[in-house]
């Protein structure tokens, strides 16, 4: 054989060997067809680690379920099964922190002869939820995680949510919060690299506050009553009566700032806040109104020397008194059904 010849036909060998070895075979996007990857989520934990910066962590298995026709009942796949060489679509985190963690949950399983393959993922998740604390303590906040692969845009790899997206094995009651609806649903992130398929994972989170109610409401509408009562007291008795509006004021203020400390602080007004300038509204008021009476008293002493016209003047106090107590009463009722109302709607 001529020597050339033998040399061409060893390179085109060399070449065809060299193109087998190096395919990967089991990479189906190179079919030149959309790969569909079906993706629930099972959640195992969720922790809320601060409260005030509202950061959360949610332990989660991460099921991808896609269909890999380059497999088949044979030798060669199962090979490539044991030798962890199955292709994986390399979902992670878009928005979120991934923790390290033990990944002795993983599992790939390849079912039939259609090359059906499932992969559990564990994952550790941090994010930070909203901080809308304008409702504080009626505030509803939302934590979002987002997955997906910026390894292949949309024209490769097509990601979607299962109809059962969700299982939740975690206690639905966090540090001060309760865990009251998950919702899943997907974007488009569009780069200059391409399009990509992006999963998000909604978790909607309500402050407990039936504590936080029974405490507030109890103590502040009973400093409200004590100071209302202060108009009930004889008029000739006015320290006691400016006492106890004092006393209201200051313990109004005390576990304001106390309650304050202990929970959120932010820079706009919150509910809370909003709620607590109407009672110290309403304190200062009967306090105000207490020292008028004193005056006007002490002016009608001085200046009634007739002891009928001293009658007639302190019958006109009491009418002032009586509808201080109307009005005081009404008002402050009204405030409060309306306050209620705007929280509610």
């Known amino acids: 054989m001529n020597p050339v010849i033998f040399l061409h036909i060893f390179y085109i060998t060399a070449v065809f060997c060299l193109n087998c070895d190096t395919k990967i075979d089991t990479d189906i996007i190179y079919e030149n067809k959309i790969s569909i990857v079906n993706?629930?989520?099972?959640?195992?934990?969720?922790?809320?680690?601060?409260?005030?910066?509202?950061?959360?962590?949610?332990?989660?298995?991460?099921?991808?379920?896609?269909?890999?026709?380059?497999?088949?009942?044979?030798?060669?796949?199962q090979e490539?099964?044991?030798?962890?060489?199955?292709?994986?679509?390399?979902?992670?985190?878009?928005k979120g922190c991934l923790k390290a963690c033990s990944n002795g949950d993983d599992t790939q399983y390849w079912r039939g002869f259609e090359g059906n393959i499932l992969l559990s993922e564990k994952m550790i998740v941090k994010?930070?939820?909203?901080?809308?604390?304008?409702k504080y303590p009626f505030d509803i906040q939302v934590c979002e995680l987002k997955f997906g692969t910026y390894l292949f845009p949309v024209e490769e790899i097509k990601l979607e949510w299962e109809n059962q997206s969700v299982d939740i094995q975690a206690s639905i009651n966090l540090n001060g919060f309760q865990l009251i609806n998950v919702t899943t649903f997907i974007e488009k992130d569009l780069r200059l690299s391409g399009n990509f398929d992006v999963l998000v994972l909604h978790f909607v989170v309500k402050r407990q506050f039936c504590n936080n109610i029974i405490l507030i409401i109890s103590v502040w509408i009973l400093l409200i009553l004590f100071s209302y009562g202060s108009f009930w007291i004889?008029?000739?008795?006015?320290?006691?009566?400016?006492?106890?509006?004092?006393?209201?004021?200051l313990f109004l203020m005390y576990f304001y700032v106390i309650f304050s400390i202990l929970n959120v602080s932010v820079l706009t007004l919150t509910v809370l806040d909003w709620f607590f300038i109407l009672h110290l509204i309403f304190i200062v008021f009967a306090f105000i109104e207490n020292i008028l009476i004193s005056?006007?008293?002490?002016?009608?002493?001085?200046?009634?020397?007739?002891?009928?016209?001293?009658?007639?003047y302190n019958k006109v106090v009491m009418y002032i008194e009586y509808s201080n107590r109307l009005f005081y009463l009404i008002v402050y009722l009204l405030c409060l059904l309306l306050f209620t109302f705007k929280l509610l709607y």
């Open 39 to 77: 993706v629930s989520t099972t959640i195992e934990e969720v922790y809320l680690i601060d409260t005030l910066n509202m950061d959360v962590e949610v332990t989660l298995l991460l099921h991808q379920r896609w269909l890999d026709s380059s497999l088949g009942n044979n030798a060669k796949t």
């Open 80 to 94: 490539k099964a044991v030798g962890g060489q199955i292709w994986r679509p390399k979902i992670t985190t878009v």
């Open 127 to 134: 994010t930070r939820c909203t901080k809308n604390f304008q």
């Open 234 to 249: 004889d008029h000739t008795r006015i320290t006691f009566r400016l006492s106890i509006c004092l006393l209201s004021a």
């Open 295 to 312: 005056r006007i008293l002490s002016y009608g002493y001085d200046m009634v020397i007739d002891k009928d016209k001293l009658i007639h």
